[in-house]
């Protein structure tokens, strides 16, 4: 019988962490994006949670561009947040576009965790069109992280978020 010498057992050591590293990559999920007016009522006043998870982890640093469709408009739009996203935000706003930057000061969160994002004070549009898409580009570094799109659920959004 032949005795399997010690660096060959460090190489197949090493080719079984490398494949199980491989298998739990290619488990996560790919990005994901749902989006939900929290009080689906016409003409009335909303927030929309948007509600998301990435292949890749989410840096403190990450910046969001939500695009959004003309009847979504982001003038009145004054608060972000998050149950699930520490560190506090930045919000700015070009068009429609909302820009939401993390200060820096929250935690990666690490890849296929759903997390949720709140943005308070929309006026949801007089004809609650099934077809609005919503846009979010994730970037960091002016290199883009994740780009998801979701048209707009006019229900609010189940209580407990997937874990």
């Known amino acids: 019988m032949r005795r399997v010498r010690p660096f060959s057992k460090f190489l197949l050591t090493l080719f079984a962490v490398a494949s199980v590293c491989l298998a739990t990559a290619a ?6 994006l749902a989006v939900y007016a929290v009080s689906p ?11 998301f998870s ?13 695009h959004l469709p003309p009847a979504l408009n982001p003038n009145e739009v004054k608060v972000v947040g998050s ?3 520490d560190g506090g935000f930045r919000l ?4 429609n576009v909302l ?20 943005l ?3 006026r949801n549009p ?20 994740a780009d998801v799109s979701s048209s707009v659920r006019w229900a609010a959004p189940p209580k407990v978020l997937a874990r």
């Open 99 to 118: 820009l939401v930057e993390r200060t820096g000061r929250g935690h990666v969160v690490p890849a296929g965790k759903t997390v949720d994002l709140k």
């Open 126 to 145: 007089k004809v609650l069109d099934a077809g609005l898409q919503v846009r979010l580009v994730i970037r960091r570094g002016g290199r883009s992280v």
């Open 92 to 95: 700015r706003k070009q068009g």
């Open 54 to 66: 990435l292949s890749q982890p989410l840096p403190p640093d990450a910046v969001f561009e939500i």
């Open 120 to 122: 308070a004070n929309f």
């Open 41 to 51: 009522t016409p003409g009335q006043r909303s927030i929309y949670e948007l509600r």
């Open 83 to 85: 149950q699930t996203i």
């Open 27 to 32: 488990a996560v999920a790919a990005d994901s």
